[in-house]
């Protein structure tokens, strides 16, 4: 017996010995970062706002292939890389339903079909990664913002709140798995364009068991995605996707680089009228994380049952947007629809599509014509003559001047009183004028009352010599007594430095003589202040 005890201690030193050096391997994770969506809608990995339609449901299988999803980098770097799976085919089986237009609730369960690698030994274990495994059993939940539900033929801004939580069904020492149950909250932002344009932002948290393999911490992540769907045969049911997404690592060892697996894929989709939505594509890993994948290739084929509202949403989805009815223009005249007041009748765009007129025929379009009712003559200005009636004045477009401080009226303003002229003509039954003359405010009253008077006996006696007869005519001075504006001002005085004419109502009996005629006759003089000086006559031809 001892000769045997002596034997079977060695050995069993050697076992321990053995069994020390062999130490335990790491813990496993689930290297699936990727996880698709099961609406035929969504964009793959991009998840839309837009909850499926109220008891419609979708299936199908989601098919991907990645190549090296986890490989190692030995810190002296001579031996390469050392792919631990080198390439993954999986599979997920999904299926959706929707409830009251607000809620979607789906189910995935991903089966790694096939899958291969190096040896594991240099993280404990000998042999190759198992080749077919479960994976972990996914729920998917999604509701509507309230305010942001975007209807299914809808377009603008849609936004969501989703769930997912996932169950330790995978076989972890595959890597299939995380051993624990996880759940991951999220937002979904994104607006449809008319076009149907379709942007997506996905953004959220996912809880996850912490873990340090092969010296690098892994735990919580931040997962995201933006994503992109446009139409290319819009009528055919043909959109082309893209989309970046990925998660960043929430925690890590000092010294240690954030572990950011992220890909960029692209791909084509086919809604067929069959229900039938096939989705294929591909994309580059960026290489920032031991579990980001060099390659990636998808394809899935997802079914909506016809006849469902969702298989409606989508057959609506595929007919192009009406075009806008073209502007109408019947009348040819660059004035479109509502802007037009007359659609029949060309016109200008300044008339508003009408034609302009022009009820005096003065050749002074009505629209800025400020005498619309009134010819404009040859010497008038905006529509306007120089001279015409307007209640029971004539009114003048330009004031008559006179010589400073003097009675003398100046040749400028001689068209003036023969456009009054030829308006009394016009009116015979126009019994008599009294022409007003007002002053400023400088000088004294006595001073300014007398040289209106003379001023306006000026005026009467200038339409007398035109051809008015003497007794349609008065005059009378007012001096500074009524002013228009603030003498004040150099343009106030202006204003108040005026001659007016004012129509006298017709008189069935002798006409009452004029109040200034005799005083203005026998007083009118010339000069400046306290110097009279004889008027200049008016000259006997007119200019």
Known sequence: MKPSRTLLLPLLLGLALSTAAHAAPDPRFNIQVFRPSGAPQDLVMVTQSRPLSHLSVSAGPYFSY??????????????????????????????????????????????????????????????????????????????????????????????????????????????????????????????????????????????????????????????????????????????????????????????????????????????????????????????????????????????????????????????????????????????????DRCPNLEGPVENAGCPDTDADSDGVVDRIDKCPDVPQGKRGRDGCPLARTSGNKIVILEQVNFATDQDVILSESYPVLEEVARVMEENPKMDRILIEGHTDSRASDQYNLELSKRRAFSVKRFLIETGVAAERVCSQGFGRSMPLADNATEEGMALNRRVEFTIQPPSDGPRPPCPDDVEAASKKKGGKRGTPKPAAPKPSKKP
């Open 66 to 339: 990645s190549l090296n999803p986890l490989s190692l980098v030995p810190k002296d770097g001579d031996l390469g890389s050392i792919s631990l799976v080198g390439n993954r085919l999986q599979l997920d089986v999904m299926a959706t339903v929707g409830l009251f237009d607000w809620f979607e609730v789906g189910v995935d369960m991903p089966l790694v079909l096939l899958q291969g690698g190096q040896n594991l030994e240099v993280i404990g274990t000998e042999g190759p990664v198992e080749s077919f495994a479960l994976g972990d059993l996914r729920l998917m939940g999604k509701v509507a913002v309230p305010g942001f539900r975007r209807s299914a033929e809808g377009h603008g801004w849609g936004a969501a709140l989703t769930l997912n939580v996932s169950f330790p069904t995978g076989v972890q020492e595959a890597f299939a798995g995380d051993g624990e149950l996880t759940w991951a909250p999220g937002l979904v932002l994104d607006y449809r364009f008319e076009s149907g344009i379709l942007l997506a932002f996905n953004g959220g948290f996912w809880k996850r068991p912490d873990v340090i393999f092969s010296g690098v911490q892994l735990g919580d992540m931040a997962p995201f995605g933006l994503g992109t769907e446009v139409p290319l045969l819009r009528g055919s049911g043909i959109t082309a996707l893209g989309m970046v997404n990925g998660a960043v690592g929430l925690k890590k060892a000092p010294g240690q680089e954030r572990q950011i697996p992220a890909e960029l894929l692209i791909g084509l989709r086919w809604y067929s009228s069959l229900g039938v939505t096939f989705t294929f594509g591909g994309g580059l890993g960026c290489g920032c994380s031991l579990a980001s994948p060099n390659l990636s290739f998808f394809t899935s084929i997802i079914w909506v049952p016809a006849k469902t509202r969702e298989w409606e949403a989508i057959e609506r989805f595929k007919e192009p947007p009406e075009p806008p009815p073209p502007p109408v223009d019947p009348d040819n005249d660059g004035v479109i629809g509502e802007r």
